[in-house]
């Protein structure tokens, strides 16, 4: 989230991580920068009047650093902003952003946008994963099996989401850890085995798939 009103940062940061969402901050087109050639992630909520810079200038030094240069830059953005000139919204989203919404917004809305921005990066159209006899829903964060419900916590909830979205593709613990934990976040060294171990006990033991030093992954329904 790059944003530089504190209020509204603050206010944004608890809905999402309400939502389920791990959320790193920066005030500026900089630090923003300094995190993206670090670190890849979900998607990018984009304010445009900062400090230092225009958002803009941001989104297009992004768009512009060919793949393979930056952890991903392909990152779905957002941008939010106070400018709702239909110019400005034409100009964002010609320069590479993926959604725009003028502020103020309600933040449902938001979350629902960033959900559709986050299925399209999956290359899905439908709001709910299926895998088996599981059904999951991201935006009710529910699951059910075999027609029953099933209690997660939010971070077994989260997990299984990812590996989902992932599937088949191994992830080691620290990919996991990348997805799910903001920088500032103090983690248990097993936290992500804990997790998975709940998973199992709860969805069965051959949902998710253990590589012995490598990570882990939720097989392809047709290997399953």
Wanted: some cysteine.
């Amino acid at each position: 989230m790059v944003e530089d009103d504190e209020a509204i940062a603050g206010a944004l940061r608890s809905h999402l991580q309400g939502q389920g969402w791990a959320v790193d901050g920066a005030v500026g087109v900089s630090p923003a920068w300094a995190a993206l050639t670090v670190e890849r992630f979900d998607m990018v909520l984009l304010d445009l009047g900062l400090a230092d810079g225009d958002g803009t200038e941001l989104l297009r030094r992004l768009r512009q650093t060919p793949q393979g240069r930056l952890p991903d830059s392909a990152t779905p953005v957002l941008i939010m902003t106070a400018r709702d000139q239909v110019s400005s919204r034409i100009a964002g989203l010609d320069l590479g952003a993926d959604d725009y919404v003028t502020k103020p917004f309600d933040p449902d809305e938001l979350t629902a946008r960033m959900r559709a921005l986050q299925r399209r990066a999956a290359g899905r159209a439908q709001s709910t994963l299926r895998c088996g006899e599981l059904e999951i829903d991201p935006a009710g964060r529910t699951v059910v099996r075999a027609g029953r419900a099933v209690e997660l916590s939010a971070r077994e909830f989260a997990v299984l989401l990812v590996l989902l979205e992932c599937r088949p593709r191994v992830l080691s613990r620290a990919q996991i850890e990348q997805r799910l934990y903001s920088f500032e976040q103090v983690l248990e060294s097993n936290a992500i085995e804990v997790h998975v171990h709940h998973l199992r006990r709860k969805l069965g033991d051959t949902l998710i798939r253990t590589v012995r030093g490598v990570g882990y992954y939720v097989p392809a329904e047709d290997a399953q």
